[in-house]
Each structure stands twice: as C-alpha cells, then as structure tokens.
C-alpha cells in the first residue's frame, strides 16, 4: 500500500505505508495508555489505600507522589540506554516493568511495599513517557508525523478517563488492588506488539546496521525505493560525536533550552491541579455531592481527549507553534476569567466547569501533545535518547513540585490566588513560544538536525 507523500515539504518525501506505521504508532502508543491511568487511577485508589492500611497524611502524600520520584528516576535512566540499546527493546523492557509493577502493587500486603510497587510502575512511566514519541517520530513520514507521535498524547488522555470510570465502577466493592491490577492488560499487549515491531531505522543505521535499517525502511515505508531517505539519514550520522559533551555544545544549546523550558512550562502552567484535583475543586465550586465532582471531573477528561483528536487533525497541517500559540491563549484567558476574579469561581460551579473545560481544551490543542511531539523531533540522533530524556526528567520534576505544592500553595494565596500565579507563568510561556520555539512541520528529522548546525535562530526553522 505505497502512497505518494501528500504534502511533502521535505527534500526526500517519503512514500507512506499508512496501515504499518498507525500500527507501530498505536501499539507504542499503550505506553502512554499507561501513563495515563497509572497516574490517574491513584486519585480513586487511595480512598480505599488509605483506610485499609490506616496511613497518616505524610504516608498518604508518600503513596500519591511514589509514582512520580519512580517517573523521574525512570527518564534519568532510559535516555541513555535508549540511545545504547534501541529505541524497542527499552520500550519492550518498560512494558515488563509496567505489567510487574501492576501485579505487585495489586498483592501489596503492606504499605512499604505498596510505595516500592508504586516507585517500580513510576520508573516504567518515566521510560515509556519519552521512549514511545521517541520511537514513533524515528518511524514516521514527516508529513504525518506530528499525528503520529501525538496518538501517544491521546492514549495519555485516554488513559486518564479511563482511570476515573475504572475508580468509579470499582469503588462500590473498595477494589483498589483490581484498580491497579487492571493495568497489566496494556502492559502485556504494549510488550507483545512491540516484539512483534522493528527497531528504528535510524538506530539501525547509527549501529551500521545499514542492512537492517535499509530493511526497515522498505517495510514502513512499503516501497523499495527508500534509497534517498537512506542517504539523508546516513549523511546526518555522519556529522556528530554524541554524549554530554554534544549536548550542552553551542551547536544543540538551543535545542536543549527549547526542551528544557517547555517541560517547566508545560507542568507549571498547572495542567495536574486539573488532572488531580478537579473533583476538590469542583466541590469549593458548589458541587456538594461528590458524585456530581466526579461526574464533572469525567466530563473535564473527555474534553481532554476530544481537543486532542483535534490537535491530531491539525498538526501537520496548521504546524506545531501555531497550536501552541492558541493553546497557550485559551489556557490564559481561561485562567484569567475564573481565577483572576475572586469569589466567581466559590459558589458558582457552572462558572467554573466552563472555565477549567476552556482551560484543559486549550492545553489538550497546544501544550499538551505539542511538548512531547517537539522534544520527539528537534534533537540530532545520537544525543536524541538522552536529550529527551533530560526534559522527561524535567517534566517528571517540576510535575512532583507542583503535586507537592498546589494544597499549601492555595492556602497561602488561596485557590484563586494559585490559578493567577499559572496564569502569569503562562504569560511567561507564550513569550518564550513566540521567540524560540522552531516550527518543525513538514520537515525530516535530518533536515531539522541540519538547521541547529547551519547555527541559524530557532524560530528561522522552516523559513
Ligand atoms: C502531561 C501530563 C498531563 C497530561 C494531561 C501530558 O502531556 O505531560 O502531565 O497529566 O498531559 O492530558
């Protein structure tokens, strides 16, 4: 099924075997499934948690927040390794991870143990979390590749309301232990699929494996004529030493500084207050019935995924900054109206549904995937494991940061206060968008690699 690229933009227009990449891309994809209700299920599973092993609010804090430390050590690790071992079998190895975390937490006997499990299932997070766009940009066609990587952001939202209704089904019979059990099913089938996947052709090719690489190419691309693709992609291995020392050189700073800044952004902007709190926000809004604040909350999740469906439409076509412009818009203008105005968001819950759905529409159109598919592209191949990793990092952090400090936050500034302060940072984040962000749209990943070493502004990216 070879098609012509429709769109092209690049010097090397790849032809497309839609049917195998969409399947590479969705089976990767379950990792962020993953991700999703792993982090999202705990906000249900420690009502249950907390009574059944009598736990103190710091050993509460200690339970809610495992996963994260897990997910900031995993992305310290994997990057590396990714780049050492391949992109699939550090995938392959998260799945394992994810389905042993899954099984032990599930038989947790006592609470130091259920923390361990926890920390276990966060390190398979923090490797799927870069690993899966990583893999999934290094297989993609340019023209498609920002709907590609971004199925891993839809499978992250997808995930997250899924954890809300497998909460609400489950909480009837206080079933915690299926609640986290229930996540060995993606596990299993995310480590099946990708044995069945081939490893990146541009990590084949940086191991010299030009055979396989070229193999590869021919199967996800299903044409034989890849000879020109091969050819870009060998002149930009060429061209570089890797490690560290490549890293933080003049040539990928800016790339780094790109990475680096919006994994701050995309966390401090106060995206998981949403994802974790909504119900308690929900209900100082007026919703008494804690029914009605996880009904709200679920309604919150769907417009999550529902705006990313369209981000997906709209990426390779409309580009990525342009999104990330709307969306960062949206989300101060939605912070702006509710927060900034004391008093409208207490005792005014409809006031407040619509303004946390303009907010998470606006981050689910622009921060959210765009984040993740942007640190999937701009860094040159042999740092690309570790590049991403050290923004995974980042974001893992400043997500824990925010976790520990949004309840303490509000009642120093009060809820009102702690929104108005995202939206300053926001603010911060849109200037910072508008002038550094580089447009990839369209163009290859050697084209893109290409630019940093022309020395050029990332924002002259594409023009
Ligand atoms: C972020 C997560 C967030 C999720 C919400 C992801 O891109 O990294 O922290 O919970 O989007 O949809």
């Given at each position: 099924?070879?098609?012509?690229?429709?769109?092209?933009?690049?010097?090397?227009?790849?032809?497309?075997?839609?049917?195998?990449?969409?399947?590479?891309?969705?089976?990767?994809?379950?990792?962020?499934?993953?991700?999703?209700?792993?982090?999202?299920?705990?906000?249900?599973?420690?009502?249950?948690?907390?009574?059944?092993?009598?736990?103190?609010?710091?050993?509460?804090?200690?339970?809610?927040?495992?996963?994260?430390?897990?997910?900031?050590?995993?992305?310290?690790?994997?990057?590396?390794?990714?780049?050492?071992?391949?992109?699939?079998?550090?995938?392959?190895?998260?799945?394992?991870?994810?389905?042993?975390?899954?099984?032990?937490?599930?038989?947790?006997?006592?609470?130091?143990?259920?923390?361990?499990?926890?920390?276990?299932?966060?390190?398979?997070?923090?490797?799927?979390?870069?690993?899966?766009?990583?893999?999934?940009?290094?297989?993609?066609?340019?023209?498609?590749?920002?709907?590609?990587?971004?199925?891993?952001?839809?499978?992250?939202?997808?995930?997250?309301?899924?954890?809300?209704?497998?909460?609400?089904?489950?909480?009837?019979g206080r079933g915690w232990r299926w609640?986290?059990?229930?996540?060995?099913?993606?596990?299993?089938?995310?480590?099946a699929g990708m044995l069945a996947m081939?490893?990146?052709?541009?990590?084949?090719?940086?191991?010299?494996?030009?055979?396989?690489?070229?193999?590869?190419?021919?199967?996800?691309?299903?044409?034989?004529?890849?000879?020109?693709?091969?050819?870009?992609?060998?002149?930009?291995?060429?061209?570089?030493?890797?490690?560290?020392?490549?890293?933080?050189?003049?040539?990928?700073?800016?790339?780094?500084?790109?990475?680096?800044?919006?994994?701050?952004?995309?966390?401090?902007?106060?995206?998981?207050?949403?994802?974790?709190?909504?119900?308690?926000?929900?209900?100082?809004?007026?919703?008494?019935?804690?029914?009605?604040?996880?009904?709200?909350?679920?309604?919150?999740?769907?417009?999550?995924?529902?705006?990313?469906?369209?981000?997906?439409?709209?990426?390779?076509?409309?580009?990525?900054?342009?999104?990330?412009?709307?969306?960062?818009?949206?989300?101060?203008?939605?912070?702006?109206?509710?927060?900034?105005?004391?008093?409208?968001?207490?005792?005014?819950?409809?006031?407040?549904?619509?303004?946390?759905?303009?907010?998470?529409?606006?981050?689910?159109?622009?921060?959210?995937?765009?984040?993740?598919?942007?640190?999937?592209?701009?860094?040159?191949?042999?740092?690309?494991?570790?590049?991403?990793?050290?923004?995974?990092?980042?974001?893992?952090?400043?997500?824990?940061?925010?976790?520990?400090?949004?309840?303490?936050?509000?009642?120093?500034?009060?809820?009102?206060?702690?929104?108005?302060?995202?939206?300053?940072?926001?603010?911060?984040?849109?200037?910072?968008?508008?002038?550094?962000?580089?447009?990839?749209?369209?163009?290859?990943?050697?084209?893109?690699?290409?630019?940093?070493?022309?020395?050029?502004?990332?924002?002259?990216?594409?023009?």
């Open positions: 099924m070879a098609k012509k690229n429709p769109r092209g933009g690049s010097a090397v227009a790849p032809a497309v075997n839609t049917r195998f990449v969409t399947l590479a891309a969705g089976i990767c994809a379950l990792g962020g499934l993953l991700f999703g209700y792993d982090t999202g299920v705990i906000s249900s599973a420690i009502l249950f948690v907390k009574g059944d092993f009598a736990l103190g609010s710091t050993a509460e804090e200690v339970v809610v927040s495992a996963v994260l430390i897990g997910a900031v050590l995993g992305a310290a690790f994997g990057g590396r390794l990714s780049d050492r071992l391949g992109r699939r079998p550090v995938v392959i190895a998260a799945a394992a991870v994810f389905t042993l975390g899954a099984i032990g937490t599930a038989l947790s006997p006592a609470v130091g143990w259920l923390i361990v499990g926890r920390i276990v299932v966060g390190i398979a997070i923090g490797v799927a979390s870069f690993s899966a766009p990583l893999y999934i940009s290094e297989v993609s066609p340019p023209a498609i590749r920002g709907r590609l990587v971004s199925l891993n952001q839809l499978a992250i939202t997808l995930g997250i309301v899924v954890s809300y209704l497998v909460g609400f089904a489950l909480s009837a609640m986290f059990a229930l996540a060995a099913i993606p596990s299993l089938l995310l480590g081939p490893d990146s052709p541009r990590w084949l090719e940086g191991r010299g494996r030009t055979g396989d690489a070229a193999g590869v190419l021919r199967r996800i691309r299903g044409t034989r004529d890849i000879d020109g693709e091969l050819a870009e992609i060998k002149a930009s291995l060429g061209q570089q030493g890797g490690g560290w020392r490549e890293l933080f050189g003049p040539l990928v700073k800016p790339a780094l500084i790109v990475g680096v800044v919006l994994a701050v952004f995309q966390q401090m902007t106060g995206i998981n207050t949403i994802v974790y709190y909504a119900p308690t926000i929900f209900q100082a809004a007026g919703f008494r019935s804690s029914s009605a604040a996880i009904l709200a909350t679920v309604g919150v999740g769907v417009v999550n995924v529902g705006f990313t469906v369209l981000a997906l439409l709209l990426l390779d076509r409309v580009g990525r900054k342009p999104l990330l412009v709307i969306g960062l818009s949206g989300m101060i203008v939605s912070l702006g109206l509710a927060f900034a105005l004391p008093g409208l968001l207490t005792n005014n819950g409809w006031f407040a549904v619509v303004c946390l759905m303009l907010y998470i529409a606006s981050f689910a159109i622009g921060l959210g995937p765009v984040f993740w598919l942007l640190i999937s592209e701009i860094y040159p191949f042999r740092i690309r494991g570790l590049a991403m990793g050290v923004a995974t990092v980042v974001n893992w952090g400043a997500n824990f940061l925010i976790a520990l400090t949004f309840l303490s936050l509000s009642s120093a500034l009060t809820q009102s206060g702690a929104f108005w302060l995202y939206g300053i940072i926001t603010i911060g984040a849109l200037v910072f968008t508008v002038r550094m962000v580089p447009e990839t749209k369209g163009r290859t990943l050697e084209q893109i690699e290409a630019h940093w070493r022309s020395g050029k502004h990332p924002r002259l990216m594409g023009k």
